[in-house]
């Protein structure tokens, strides 16, 4: 499956030093389906959850943002 990331989330991903392999194994690891989702997850190297939003289509996935989540909890 092929994951693209929008020109907001490739700054977000800048901005908070987020490695683009780390947000691509979340997505890998978790079974998304058809639709647009948001994924919070507790990473160890950060201090807050991250919180990746992702549209996904047939055969792509498309990160539209991703940042930690400033307000430390997980839904």
Excluded: Q, W
Aim: hydrophobic fraction near 40%.
């Amino acid at each position: 499956m092929e994951i693209n990331f929008s020109r907001h989330a490739k700054r977000r991903a800048r901005l908070y030093k987020i490695p683009e392999t780390m947000v691509e194994r979340i997505l890998l690891e978790s079974n998304l389906v058809i639709g647009t989702h948001e994924l919070v997850t507790d990473i160890p190297e950060f201090k807050y959850p991250l919180k990746i939003v992702v549209s996904v289509e047939a055969d792509r996935m498309t990160v539209i943002t991703n940042y930690p989540l400033k307000k430390g909890r997980i839904p």
